[in-house]
């Protein structure tokens, strides 16, 4: 009857429809990130338009890490990687002859960078052009600066989408914004005279830098540097000097350097911090967490009620 073959000819349609919009909802592009906090940048900035490999993941260490050749599989056909800069990846000669067609963007290239307290040969971050410290991430004003980098690379690979990269990149943007005022807010609540952060290397100077801290790093900007006994006295001296009350490990290692500095100088070994993202759920995360364990050993304890 008229009805039957009626509802037939909408089921062929909407079954038709539903054929044809498919694939618009998987016709993602991919870009790679080897850098746990870029992936989180990538996503929020791409949305549902794009397909984030993250080479390293959640747990990955950006300092030791090198692409094998099943993640460069695993990526094949990215038309972007996003990679730190500043001299972080050491591998980056290496991998721009093996990326085909895709763009290699060094998202912290064109950001302000800090002196890094490093020699140039032989520490974990390759070659640290012109001393440069890499850890830029931790300054929230860069991260919300790279959020605009990347929606412009974006932008480039897919322009007929760029309004949606721009709309994500403003939410991103004023989510920055929100998490730059709480940080401010809480870490006013420590004194001046108690803004000295000890961490386990010099991962830290940028947030130091924008929120009004002393860097005090018991390494350098490489992890595996470990101080001689002459370094060691000078940095004993310089923790009782400066009236550090805290020392911070890193969640990524705690080397024995600050149980014994612990051990020699009564200095409370605080909660672990993140430095490179690894862990965190998201760039907001580690921020939080990382406020959060410096307010928690810094700040005065409230007089209970």
Not at 82 to 88: C, E, F, H, R, S
Not at 180 to 207: D, S, V
Not at 209 to 215: E, Q
Not at 260 to 276: C, F, M, Q, V
Request: charged share 25%.
């Amino acid at each position: 009857n008229e009805t039957a073959e009626h509802r037939s000819g909408v089921m062929r349609f909407l079954l038709l429809l539903c054929f044809l919009i498919a694939p618009l909802h998987a016709a993602k592009w991919k870009v790679a990130v080897l850098h746990p906090l870029l992936g989180d940048l990538a996503s929020k900035v791409g949305g549902d338009r794009v397909e984030v490999i993250d080479l390293i993941g959640p747990n990955g260490d950006p300092h030791h890490f090198e692409p094998q050749p099943a993640d460069l599989q695993r990526a094949g056909g990215a038309k972007l990687w996003l990679v730190a800069g500043m001299g972080l990846e050491s591998y980056l000669p290496a991998l721009r002859s093996v990326v085909g067609n895709g763009k290699l963007c060094e998202v912290g290239e064109t950001l302000p960078a800090l002196e890094g307290e490093c020699d140039h040969e032989g520490h974990d971050h390759g070659s640290h052009e012109h001393g440069k410290d890499p850890h830029w991430w931790h300054s929230i004003d860069l991260f919300r600066r790279a959020v605009s980098v990347v929606e412009a690379e974006f932008a480039a690979v897919d322009s007929e989408h760029a309004a949606d990269y721009r709309h994500n990149a403003e939410n991103f943007r004023k989510a920055l914004d929100d998490l730059e005022r709480w940080a401010k807010r809480e870490l006013l609540r420590i004194p001046k005279n108690r803004r000295q952060l000890a961490t386990a290397h010099a991962a830290f100077n940028y947030f130091c830098k924008d929120f009004g801290f002393t860097a005090v790093p018991i390494q350098g900007i490489n992890r595996e540097q470990t101080p001689t006994a002459k370094e060691l006295a000078v940095l004993i001296e310089k923790l009782r000097d400066q009236h550090v009350t805290t020392v911070f490990p890193e969640r990524e290692s705690n080397p024995k350097i600050l149980r014994s500095l612990a051990r020699d100088t009564g200095i409370r070994i605080g909660g672990p911090l993140i430095a490179d993202g690894t862990g965190a759920e998201s760039y907001e995360a580690m921020v939080r967490h990382n406020v959060n364990a410096i307010v928690k050993e810094l700040a005065p304890a409230k007089a209970p009620e």
